[in-house]
């Protein structure tokens, strides 16, 4: 919610999200056992901020040493944080957020997925416009 840049403090304490949703949902697997899609939930949840270039985090994991479901969810990602408003800044059209990602093409993410995505991201805008405004809206005072 805050409207500024995130002090480095801050940032590592943003990052923890990573951990927590790993250890949250390894919790549930301990509990209830193996399950294909909790296994790929632990996946993403834990490596979806590792960058191709290995530069990520929490574990500073590169190339194929991510999981390829992060690895799709790291683009999805971007790809809506930078179409989506946030508090801190006006959504980017869909044009400038490709551009703004094809900077990061081997360095954020694996080329070769990134590419996929390139072939396909129209769909991408289309989707994004039939739910544009029906999403979360990040208000100062959320009550």
Known sequence: MKKGRLTP???DIMKSHTLIGYHTLSSIKEQYGEMEFLNM???ITHAHH???DGRGYP???KKDEIPLSAQIVAVADVYDA???RRIYKKAFSHEVSLNTMRL???QHFDPQLFDLFLAVADRFDKIRQRFMGQGLHYTANPQ
Do not use: H, P
């Open 9 to 11: 403090g801050e940032f």
């Open 41 to 43: 939930g632990i996946e």
């Open 50 to 52: 590792e960058r191709f």
């Open 59 to 61: 574990r500073g994991l």
């Open 82 to 84: 930078l179409t989506s």
């Open 104 to 106: 990061e093409r081997g």
